[in-house]
């Protein structure tokens, strides 16, 4: 199973190196999580064979994305 998340912004550098930073350190055994960079557009994919594994990276994705995009709206 995999869900890809694309976001389009312009602060696409800092959204990646946040994300990156709290993938790493998470200790995920039952999903994959890459991320790429391509001009302004962040491409997320998560990928497993586990639906309770899917639901629970993309919902601390989701989390983590939206509070990256919260605090650089605050600039």
Not at 16 to 44: G, M, R
Not at 52 to 62: H, P, V, Y
Request: hydrophobic share 40%.
């Amino acid at each position: 199973m995999n869900i890809t998340i694309e976001i389009d912004t312009p602060d696409a550098c800092i959204i990646s190196k946040a994300l990156q930073a709290e993938i790493t350190s998470s200790p995920y055994t039952k999903s994959e999580t890459d991320i790429q960079i391509a001009n302004s557009t962040v491409t997320i994919s998560i990928h497993t064979h586990d639906i309770r594994a899917l639901r629970g990276t993309f919902n601390s994705i989701m989390n983590w994305l939206l509070t990256a995009l919260d605090s650089l709206s605050l600039q």
